[in-house]
């Protein structure tokens, strides 16, 4: 499955983004759709996943709260709505796909799309 991550950009401090995840090659129904983010010189680090159905969403205790992950199996697509943000979520966000069970390794996720940058300004 091949993804696509969307809709990064320039923010300022309490504002709000809205990213977006398309995959393409295959359908996203049967995987756990997670957000990473990764800043230069740091490990990536988990920011939220959701489960295949909707049913089940996770978050980081950096974003919960703020941040919400949500999924449309029909448009193949993974969303990850971000509110209140603050300098510290500037980063590059990815989006990965993985297997039923997955938690919050990224190690655990097999496809992954290109980065989308966020750059949050006080």
């Known amino acids: 499955v091949q993804l696509q991550a969307s809709g990064g950009g320039l923010a300022q401090a309490g504002g709000s983004l809205r990213l977006s995840c398309a995959a393409s090659?295959?359908?996203?129904?049967?995987?756990?759709m997670g957000w990473f983010r990764q800043v230069p010189g740091k490990e990536r680090e988990f920011v939220t996943r959701?489960?295949?159905?909707?049913?089940?969403?996770y978050y980081a205790d950096s974003v919960k709260g703020r941040f919400t992950i949500s999924r449309d199996n029909a448009k193949n697509t993974v969303y990850l709505q971000m509110n209140s943000l603050k300098p510290e979520d500037t980063a590059v966000y990815y989006c990965?796909?993985?297997?039923?069970?997955?938690?919050?390794?990224?190690?655990?996720?097999?496809?992954w799309g290109q980065g989308t940058q966020v750059t949050v300004s006080s």
């Open positions: 959701i489960t295949w159905s909707g049913s089940r969403k």
């Open positions: 990965a796909a993985g297997p039923l069970g997955v938690l919050s390794d990224p190690i655990e996720y097999g496809y």
């Open positions: 090659g295959r359908t996203i129904s049967g995987y756990v």
